[in-house]
């Protein structure tokens, strides 16, 4: 035996045993189709460290974690090079989570995690609402021929939830042909007071909530594979969250932290106070 005691390898304020969890986080290390800059699949264990660095209280929220009662899985294993297998496992994990009536929170990796997990959200909520935080639309019919890619995973939601039910907010970067499908289905809402109008209309509706952190400035989050400049602020993130907090939300994912493109840290510590946020908003 070893005498301790050692630091937890848990993502901080996790409850100890699953069976009392109302919220599952799982790892998702994944970047199989990043279509610039690789490096999403080392996300998930760099924010598990840092968020040993942040305090469990939310003043955005105003509230603790040690109100919120969430199991850290740890990472799903996967496959090297192998999309089908990672899709199946996130699809059968989430699809564990929600028919054991808990709410799922993936930790990417890629957006492509995104696409499994929200086909299992579906089939347990088939009235539900898609919010996507992006700066990018990700509706691309297929990115070089593949129809499986972090470019083209709201393209495949839609394609099994009415786009009526699919929210983008933060969009500034996409073909011509994404945003005139946009105009067309009506799905953005990029000023606060549009945001804020159109999700108060959810009511009850089943929230599925996707963050994708190249959604705020570069320079306030350098660290992901696709900068794109004129993105929010962390203040103007929050503000979204304070909107976000009377949903219905039974699931949600954050994507796209490559770690390593922003030496100091401040990336990953950024992403990990996003989770805490959503964690309080589950």
Not at 70 to 86: I, R, S, V
Not at 92 to 104: D, G, L, S, T, Y
Not at 194 to 207: A, G, H, M, S, Y
Request: net charge negative; hydrophobic share 40%.
């Amino acid at each position: 035996m070893l005498t301790g005691p050692f630091l937890p390898r848990s993502w901080l304020g996790s409850v100890n045993e699953i069976e009392k969890a109302d919220c599952i986080m799982v790892g998702l290390p994944y970047d199989g189709t990043c279509s610039f800059r690789p490096g999403t699949r080392f996300a998930p264990q760099e924010i598990r460290l840092a968020s040993q660095g942040i305090e469990t209280y939310s003043p955005i929220l105003g509230k603790d974690l040690s109100e919120s009662k969430f199991y850290d899985a740890g990472e799903l294993e996967f496959q090297p090079a192998n999309k089908e297998d990672t899709l199946f496992k996130i699809e059968r994990a989430a699809r564990e989570v929600f028919f054991e009536n808990k709410k799922w929170l993936g930790v990417g990796g890629e957006h492509l995690i995104t696409l499994p997990a929200v086909k299992a959200c579906f089939e347990k909520h088939p009235d539900v609402a898609i919010i996507q935080f992006d700066a990018h639309a990700d509706l691309i019919k297929d990115y070089m021929g593949e129809k499986l890619s972090h470019a083209t995973v709201i393209r495949r939601i839609s394609e099994f939830i009415n786009p009526k039910n699919i929210i983008q907010t933060g969009i500034r970067s996409g073909t011509k042909e994404e945003f005139q499908w946009i105009m067309k289905n009506k799905t953005l809402f990029n000023s606060d007071e549009e945001f804020i109008n159109r999700i108060k209309n959810l009511n009850d509706t089943p929230v599925y909530l996707t963050i994708d952190l190249d959604v705020l400035d570069p320079s306030v989050l350098k660290g992901t594979g696709t900068p794109e400049p004129g993105g929010m602020s962390f203040k103007e993130l929050a503000g979204r969250f304070i909107a976000l907090k009377n949903l219905n939300i039974v699931g949600a994912d954050i994507v796209e932290l490559s770690p390593h493109y922003d030496p100091s840290g401040v990336s990953t510590i950024t992403a990990a106070k996003v989770i805490r946020e959503v964690l309080l908003s589950l």
